[in-house]
């Protein structure tokens, strides 16, 4: 059993975990044994969520989820696969964590009177300055 909140729990038996060979450094050991781990976890199947969660952890997650709802972890950072299998199991419950926030509704505002005077003020302080710069040329310029 995966603590994940106060209120969710996951079951250990819901993670889906393969390990393949991983690349970058390491030398022969590289070649020879399967450290990487991806970490598969099915979102709309899971008993352990709440609705609004899994829709949430769904968007939240984007490209990493495929269509049948799957999210798929990749964690090769380290050298032991026990290290990448713990990393991946941490990134999956730090975006749980994330889901189970209910996010806070933005409440649309306008913007003050003053606020509106100081940027149209703003506004034609600067259309004087570029009326300014303009340069007409005068008849006895040209004698």
């Given amino acids: 059993m995966i603590d994940v909140t106060g209120s969710i729990s996951i079951q250990e038996d819901e993670l889906d975990f393969e390990f393949v060979r991983s690349g970058g450094p390491g030398g022969q050991k590289v070649n020879k044994t399967s450290s990487a781990v991806v970490m598969k976890f099915d ?31 990749h964690a090769r950072r380290h050298r032991s696969q026990i290290k990448n299998r713990e990393s991946a199991v941490n990134r999956l419950i730090k975006l749980i ?7 806070v509704e933005r409440k649309p505002t306008k913007p003050s009177a003053t606020s509106d005077r100081e940027r149209l003020a703003g506004k034609k302080r600067r259309g004087l300055l570029k009326k300014s710069r303009n340069y007409k040329p005068l008849k006895e310029d040209f004698e």
């Fill in 43 to 73: 979102i709309r199947n899971s008993p352990s969520l709440p609705e609004e969660v899994r829709k949430r952890l769904e968007e939240i997650c984007g490209n990493r989820v495929n269509r049948e709802g799957i999210l798929v972890i």
């Fill in 97 to 103: 964590r994330k889901a189970s926030e209910t996010p």
